[in-house]
């Protein structure tokens, strides 16, 4: 049996999010933009859960429409149990939305969390009463985002913090645990310790050198190309030109604009493109027996890799000879060519 959500919001932007997390759910979504649409949709279909922003009136903050519409549900569906969303709750508005007119929680729009609304609406709609039954069964023999645990990890190197929140979630959604960068510099440490399956890079990233416009993103892109690792790339100013130029010069697997973004196309992306780091010798070195090799690659002698590192020139050659052993080379060279090689040093 197929259950139904009601959405209350006039805002678009909340409602395509808002739908998206109720559709991948399992409910078919009803959405109204105001008091009489949510009144004419409660008569129409029952509804198991209903997401009801407080404000049906654009900025005005003073309107309380939400309330009514609250008011309306428990008269013409006091089984469904309603969300109440607001961009600036208030103690008596959230005393009266969960008090007087049954709302199971209040949520505040600027703390919104996708996985937190996922789990809510997943805890409601199996809580056990005759109509969620089979929906919660369905939903215990299938993932409720679509996609199987990958147990990959993702490069996501993006400078704004709220599209950085957004794309991790999203790479969560697909399958892939997110190392985040915020800058050029913090994605090359992560590329010298970590293996990807797959690259989220904005084509812009902030810059000392060019802080208001730069192209550092694609700076990256060789790098990571090089590795074998695909990359999907972002943008949220580039021109038509420009951005046919970067598709022609720079060839990435996938590209999204900030835009015209597509929360689900990008889920089916980077699900489908990250693919399972291919295996390095490096991978057997210890941690330490790292550290030695990253300041072998940079020139360093034995004695200035022993006071880097603060240990004894002694320990530099006991951990030398390891990784020569661990690496199959015989010298300093073969083990700084693998080290560049692969990426890892």
């Known amino acids: 049996m ?36 949510a009144r004419a949709l409660m008569r129409a279909h029952p509804h198991r859960i209903a997401v009801i922003d407080l404000s049906l009136a654009g900025r005005d903050h003073r309107n309380r429409d939400g309330l009514e519409v609250l008011a309306a549900l428990q008269r013409h569906a006091p089984d469904c149990q309603a969300i109440m969303l607001t961009g600036y709750a208030t103690v008596d508005v959230t005393v009266a939305a969960l008090r007087e007119y049954g709302a199971v929680t209040l949520l505040e729009k600027n703390r919104f969390s996708r996985r937190e609304f996922k789990t809510l609406a997943q805890s409601l709609l199996a809580r ?42 999203l790479l969560a959604d697909a399958g892939l645990d997110a190392t985040s960068a ?37 700076r990256l892109l060789a790098r990571i190309r090089a590795r074998g690792v695909p990359v999907i790339l972002v943008s949220g100013v580039a021109t038509p030109q ?14 999204f604009e900030k835009q015209a973004f597509d929360r689900r196309a990008f889920r089916q992306a980077a699900a489908a493109l990250a693919q ?15 550290e030695v090799l990253a300041l072998l690659v940079q020139g360093m002698s034995n004695k200035a890799i022993a ?30 060519a693998l080290a560049l090689k692969y990426g890892r040093q």
């Open 2 to 37: 197929t259950h139904r959500a009601l959405i209350v919001e006039d805002s678009d932007a909340w409602r395509q999010i808002l739908t998206e997390l109720l559709e991948d759910a399992g409910l078919v979504v009803d959405i109204a933009t105001d008091l009489e649409g």
């Open 128 to 169: 056990p009463d005759a109509q969620a039954q089979d929906q919660a069964q369905a939903r215990d023999n299938a993932p409720t985002n679509g996609f199987e645990p990958l147990g990959l990890r993702a490069l996501l190197v993006e400078d704004d913090a709220g599209w950085r929140d957004l794309l991790a979630e």
């Open 182 to 218: 915020a800058s050029y510099g913090q994605a090359l440490i992560a590329l010298r310790d970590h293996a990807f399956a797959l690259a989220v890079v904005d084509i812009a990233l902030a810059s000392s050198l060019a802080p208001d416009a730069n192209e550092d993103g694609l």
């Open 242 to 255: 420009r951005l046919d130029a970067i598709l022609t010069d720079h060839a990435p697997a996938a590209f």
């Open 276 to 290: 399972p780091p291919a295996p390095s010798p490096l991978d057997a070195l210890s941690p330490r027996e790292r």
């Open 307 to 336: 006071e880097a590192l603060v240990i004894s020139p002694n320990t530099v050659k006991r951990h030398l000879r390891a990784i020569f052993e661990k690496l199959g080379v015989s010298n300093r060279a073969g083990a700084v």
